[in-house]
C-alpha cells in the first residue's frame, strides 16, 4: 500500500472542453487496474464536448451547480453531494451552469474515451433552461 502523489493540476485541452477547466488527477491505476479518477473544476459556462465511454462514468458534485446531457435530450441538474451515472456507451456532455463554478470527481475505468464534437452555445443555453 502507498499514497498516491498528486500530479499538478492541468488546464482541459480545449479538444475536449469548451471554456476554461481544469483537472487534478487524483489516481490513474496501473495494469490490471483500469480505475481512474479526476477532480475537474469548471468555470460557468464551461462543459466538456461530447463524449462516451466504453465502461460508463460516474460523476459527484462536490461543489457548485452542473448539467449532464444526453443524445436523447435527458438534462439531469446536479448540486453538491449528488451522483449521476452514464451507463457505457452513453454520448453526454457535463458542464457548469451559466452563472455558478461546479467541480466534480470524475470516475471511470481505462482509457477508452471517444470524445466527439463540441456542444454548440445554442445546445448549451437550451439545456441551461432547465435550471430556472
Known sequence: MEIVKKAP???GPAEWFTGDVYLDVLFRGEDPARARLASVHFTPCAR????RHSLGQALHVTEGLGLVVNRDGQVIILRPGETVW????EEHWHGAAPDAFMTH????EGDDVTWLDHVADTEYLSAATHLA
Open 9 to 11: 493540476t492541468v488546464k
Open 48 to 51: 466538456t464536448a461530447w463524449h
Open 86 to 89: 452514464t451507463p457505457p456507451g
Open 105 to 108: 470527481l470524475a470516475l471511470w
